[in-house]
């Protein structure tokens, strides 16, 4: 079974290429021949991308005892591992999705446009995964904790500022293993 840094390498390569081919295709759009002189970069909008692998969690994930405190771990393109806490009343799913969302944030703020950015999230939990691709596009049910609702909206402020979000579970151990918990 391929590790989490063979994966990542893997999936930066995909990255990388699919960049490369986007490029060529706006290029033959846009009617520009890279080998002529007056050939000027600005003209194709640059683009960034970058890999995030996150998990979350919580002390307690029993809504009849009383959620507990929330907390979770996030990795950006191989850089150092943050960790973030939330405070009490927190599900699994509502912490992993304010660690994407703090992940997402850290990421932003490093950019001052990201609307070209390729963002590629990576975790094991596939409900996070699944609002990181469509919470735009759906609203939790009304039955879900107060939490869940505010992770979702605070999620969706962040996605929007992204031109692609792409994601990718992974199994638990490989969570485990990159964070310790």
């Given at each position: 079974m391929p590790t989490l840094d063979t994966k990542i390498r893997k999936?930066?390569?995909?990255?990388?290429?699919?960049?490369?081919h986007?490029?060529?295709?706006?290029?033959?759009?846009?009617?520009?021949?890279?080998?002529?002189?007056?050939?000027?970069?600005?003209?194709?909008?640059?683009?960034?991308?970058?890999?995030?692998v996150f998990d979350g969690?919580?002390?307690?994930?029993?809504?009849?005892?009383?959620?507990?405190?929330?907390y979770g771990s996030y990795q950006i393109s191989e850089g150092p591992i943050t960790r973030v806490d939330f405070g009490t009343g927190h599900s699994c799913n509502s912490a992993e999705i304010r660690t994407m969302h703090s992940a997402l944030k850290d990421v932003a703020s490093s950019f001052e446009d990201c609307r070209n950015m390729?963002?590629?999230?990576?975790?094991?939990?596939?409900?996070?995964?699944?609002?990181?691709?469509?919470c735009t596009k759906m609203q939790p049910s009304e039955s879900c904790w107060k939490e869940f609702h505010t992770a979702v909206r605070m999620l969706r402020e962040e996605v929007v500022k992204f031109g692609r979000i792409?994601?990718?579970?992974?199994?638990?151990?490989?969570?485990?293993?990159l964070f310790g918990h």
């Open positions: 999936t930066r390569q995909q990255i990388a290429d699919l960049q490369n986007l490029k060529n295709l706006e290029n033959k759009k846009l009617g520009i021949n890279l080998k002529k002189p007056e050939f000027k970069a600005q003209q194709i909008p640059q683009t960034a991308s970058v890999i995030i969690g919580t002390s307690c994930n029993n809504p009849k005892r009383g959620f507990g405190k929330g390729h963002v590629h999230i990576m975790g094991d939990s596939q409900i996070a995964l699944k609002w990181a691709k469509c792409t994601t990718q579970w992974h199994p638990r151990e490989e969570s485990v293993k």
